[in-house]
């Protein structure tokens, strides 16, 4: 992410317009792609926990519901 | 404003030229000096924590709370609702920071970044846990229409009409105001605390010592347990604050005021949470050892120990509670189906040019509306069940939070700080703790007694 620098006092609306859109971040960000993310690491073994997790859940849940009648 | 910016302002697309000319302005009141400019500035900044956390205390939560203090009254709960307190900053305040600086929303962030397998996981989840709870505030605005005579009929037209109203014509400033306005009323049960017979602040204040469990721990409490922490932090919570963070155009330089309301909503939160409990524990706590005590029940109890007038205000904090949560739930479908697809995502979007991003907060407005009305519907056990399915999906929303939080290409020097991973982990860690123990008492139903 760019990092500007600039403070917002120090901003001139008359002659940093283009600086003052890009400072607020008033631009269309649907036009900015995002980087997908490179799961590896701890990122992957909090995913598969994730997985487990989900799986684990739904099967109590079910019994859950399966119990109720 | 210089008609200059005017027509600069013009070259904008509509939903970005309404956040701009509102930017313009926070702009030019960081440039004044003077506590009351510095005060005039944070008044402006202030909003999406102080809506969430309010919004928080809806309908489902008021009667979870109340449930809470009827069935296991001050002993445990009052000092747990404290510890609600930092948990409600420490995961809200997150969203803040992701939000301002990101300026996409948190559905947008794990679709793109995580891909579209996780991205459809959270938004379905999403969906689907905002419908239910949706319903739960109109379950809370019906019942409590009804103290005033008003049939579900009528309460539950009135009530799409008006959040719908809310945030199709509004843009965000106003919408932000008149949802601020009836979130203070959120304020009315705490006055009423002081007209609780025989309340000892003597036992409240002894409560924190021994934290006493009446029954000790068993399946019902951990369920209580759980429905309450399902009530301080939910999925939604999540988006919906982000959302509202980048549509009101925060950015890194407002991160602190973020904070700063954020915490003045946890507050506020916690207060009337914690208010709701001693209100019911002092009216209804060992009148009946059910745990199926239902709403009605509660305001009955209110009214013969503190009369009509209490139970009517009691009521009209229930009707707050469903209102202003349902203006927020409604917003974060259609924020988060917005960011999720790339449809034009602003409350500052005309309905009829932004009328795909209204759409699903419409639809869901009126199933929630709809369901309320079916006669025979549980709608007392699918109170608490609501709270609990939003706790159970909560570690995944926790963990894609986390996750974008600690990444370093995104975040920058705004990144996560040690002590707050450890405490996001900590909180993460109690909710899968206890949803285990939650998941192990429904299967094996003697485990705890």
């Not at chain 2, 205390?57 to 000092?79: E, H, K, L, R, W």
């Not at chain 2, 803040?96 to 679709?111: D, S």
């Not at chain 2, 509004?170 to 006055?191: G, K, M, Q, T």
């Not at chain 2, 409240?204 to 399946?219: D, E, K, L, M």
Request: glycine share 8%; hydrophobic share 55%.
């Amino acid at each position: 992410m760019k990092k500007n620098n600039k403070t917002s006092k120090e901003v001139n609306l008359d002659e940093d317009w283009e600086d003052f859109i890009k400072e607020e971040g008033l631009i269309d960000y649907n036009k900015i792609p995002v980087q997908k993310a490179e799961i590896k690491g701890w990122v992957q073994i909090a995913f598969w926990f994730l997985r487990i997790y989900i799986v684990v859940m739904i099967i109590m849940v079910i019994i859950g519901f399966s119990r109720i009648h | 404003m210089k008609n200059d910016y005017k027509d600069k302002l013009d070259n904008l697309p509509v939903d970005i030229k309404l956040r701009a000319a509102d930017r313009l302005k926070i702009h030019l009141m960081r440039q004044k000096y003077g506590y009351f400019s510095r005060l005039c500035l944070l008044m402006a900044l202030i909003g999406p924590g102080i809506l969430v956390m309010i919004a928080d205390n809806d309908a489902g939560g008021v009667m979870t709370y109340a449930q809470t203090g009827s069935i296991f009254g001050i002993g445990f709960f009052i000092p747990f609702m404290i510890i609600m307190l930092p948990v409600a900053y420490i995961v809200q305040e997150m969203t803040v920071r992701l939000g301002a600086v990101t300026h996409r929303g948190h559905a947008e962030m794990i679709w793109k970044r995580y891909g579209k397998f996780w991205g459809a996981f959270s938004l379905i989840d999403l969906v689907i846990a905002n419908i239910l709870t949706l319903i739960t505030e109109f379950i809370g605005i019906t019942i409590g229409m009804r103290v005033f005579g008003v049939p579900p009929l009528i309460s539950s037209i009135a009530a799409v009409l008006i959040i719908a109203s809310i945030q199709l014509f509004l843009r965000y400033f106003a919408w932000e105001w008149i949802s601020l306005s009836i979130a203070a009323f959120n304020l009315v049960f705490v006055p009423l605390v002081f007209f609780v017979p025989h309340l000892h602040w003597g036992a409240v204040a002894r409560s924190f010592g021994t934290w006493h469990i009446p029954g000790g721990v068993n399946s019902l409490f951990i369920y209580v347990v759980l429905a309450n922490l399902g009530t301080t932090i939910a999925p939604w919570m999540l988006f919906f604050q982000q959302s509202s963070v980048v549509d009101k155009g925060l950015t890194v330089k407002d991160i602190r005021d973020g904070q700063f309301d954020t915490f003045i909503g946890s507050v506020f939160m916690v207060i009337v949470a914690i208010a709701i409990i001693l209100i019911t524990a002092g009216t209804v706590y060992g009148m009946t050892h059910t745990p199926n005590l239902d709403i009605q029940t509660i305001l009955s109890a209110i009214s013969s120990k503190m009369g009509p007038l209490a139970m009517r205000l009691f009521a009209l904090g229930l009707i707050e509670a469903g209102l202003i949560a349902a203006i927020a739930i409604s917003a974060s479908t259609s924020w988060a189906m917005g960011e999720a697809f790339g449809w034009p995502k602003s409350i500052n979007i005309p309905p009829l040019q932004g009328w795909k991003f209204y759409l699903p907060g419409v639809i869901s407005l009126l199933i929630a509306g709809s369901a309320v009305l079916i006669p025979n519907a549980p709608l007392g056990f699918l109170n608490l069940t609501v709270q609990v399915v939003a706790t159970i999906f909560m570690p995944a929303a926790m963990m894609f939070l986390l996750l974008l939080l600690n990444d370093n290409e995104i975040m920058g020097e705004h990144i996560n700080k040690p002590w707050q991973n450890v405490s996001a982990f900590t909180i993460v860690g109690f909710l899968i703790i206890m949803n285990f123990m939650y998941g192990l008492t429904v299967v094996f139903p003697h485990l705890l007694g």
